[in-house]
């Protein structure tokens, strides 16, 4: 008796199906602790909401622009991307194409430029006035080495507003958002330029991020070059500044 052959083998041969493979790619991203995080967090804590006078004492030292913060982080990629390409020599992006200056963070900050320049002290500093404002800030804490959140814990708490919150709150936003600083402990030299809460609107606050962003721009990408591992290297300048500004100026525009 005639076998039937086997239906696979008249009919077309299956090949295995091969799987399509999903190539992703992995952009560095920047490596910081300066993170609109934590400021986020404090404008709209449901639980402790900013009584009148900590907004009025925002506003009246010109920072009320930032009452109206909604991010909570910034495109780590995109700010590894600015750190990488902007000139600290030039103060630029792009070749010198697009420039950044003062009136572009005015622009997308609304912070002070007021006539006065932002000093900080030195080290070793003896002016009487400062040292007896950073006593003061110490006492609140208690101890001298003071971690920022140890400063956003704070602030809460102090529904009154005045000259301690207002210390407090400028010194957050440029330990952890908006100045120069790489680790965790807050800077405390800026309290040489708030001793007089009433002045704080009379900087320029615009120009001493300027200043702070170039000096961490050539901090960190001289580290790139001298260590080769520029994934592994901490920024501790603006990146939010920069990114708004980038942003404005060339995806709003």
């Known amino acids: 008796m005639k076998r039937s052959?086997?239906?696979?083998?008249?009919?077309?041969?299956?090949?295995?199906?091969?799987?399509?493979?999903?190539?992703?790619?992995?952009?560095?991203?920047?490596?910081?602790?300066?993170?609109?995080?934590?400021?986020?967090?404090?404008?709209?804590?449901?639980?402790?909401?900013?009584?009148e006078k900590q907004i009025e004492a925002i506003q009246e030292m010109g920072f009320g622009s930032l009452l109206l913060l909604q991010i909570k982080k910034v495109p780590g990629s995109l700010a590894y991307w600015l750190v990488s390409n902007y000139d600290p020599i030039k103060g630029c992006l792009l070749d010198g194409k697009l420039p950044i200056l003062e009136e572009d963070i005015y622009l997308s900050l609304g912070l002070p430029m007021g006539p006065n320049v932002v000093i900080e002290a030195s080290n070793g500093d003896k002016c009487p006035v400062y040292l007896s404002v950073l006593k003061k800030f110490k006492s609140q804490f208690g101890n001298d080495?003071?971690?920022?959140?140890?400063?956003?814990?704070?602030?809460?708490?102090q529904k009154e507003g005045g000259d301690d919150f207002k210390r407090n709150f400028i010194i957050y936003i440029f330990s952890a958002l908006l100045g120069g600083v790489v680790g965790n402990q807050?800077?405390?030299?800026?309290?040489?330029?708030?001793?007089?809460?009433?002045?704080?609107?009379?900087?320029?606050?615009?120009?001493?991020?300027?200043?702070?962003?170039?000096?961490?721009?050539?901090?960190?990408?001289?580290?790139?070059?001298?260590?080769k591992q520029l994934k592994e290297n901490w920024f501790g300048g603006p990146i939010m500044a920069l990114v708004f500004v980038y942003l404005d100026l060339c995806v709003f525009k």
Not at 34 to 49: K, Q, R, T, V
Not at 146 to 153: M, Q, Y
Not at 188 to 197: E, G, I, P, R, Y
């Open 5 to 51: 052959t086997p239906a696979s083998s008249t009919s077309e041969v299956c090949e295995p199906t091969k799987k399509k493979r999903n190539y992703k790619v992995r952009l560095p991203v920047l490596r910081t602790r300066m993170s609109p995080a934590g400021l986020y967090h404090f404008l709209h804590n449901e639980d402790s909401p900013l009584s």
């Open 186 to 227: 807050a800077s405390l030299k800026l309290l040489k330029s708030v001793a007089n809460t009433d002045s704080i609107s009379d900087f320029n606050w615009c120009n001493f991020i300027k200043r702070k962003l170039v000096d961490q721009v050539q901090s960190w990408q001289k580290e790139e070059f001298e260590t």
């Open 145 to 157: 080495s003071i971690d920022v959140k140890d400063i956003l814990a704070k602030l809460p708490t």
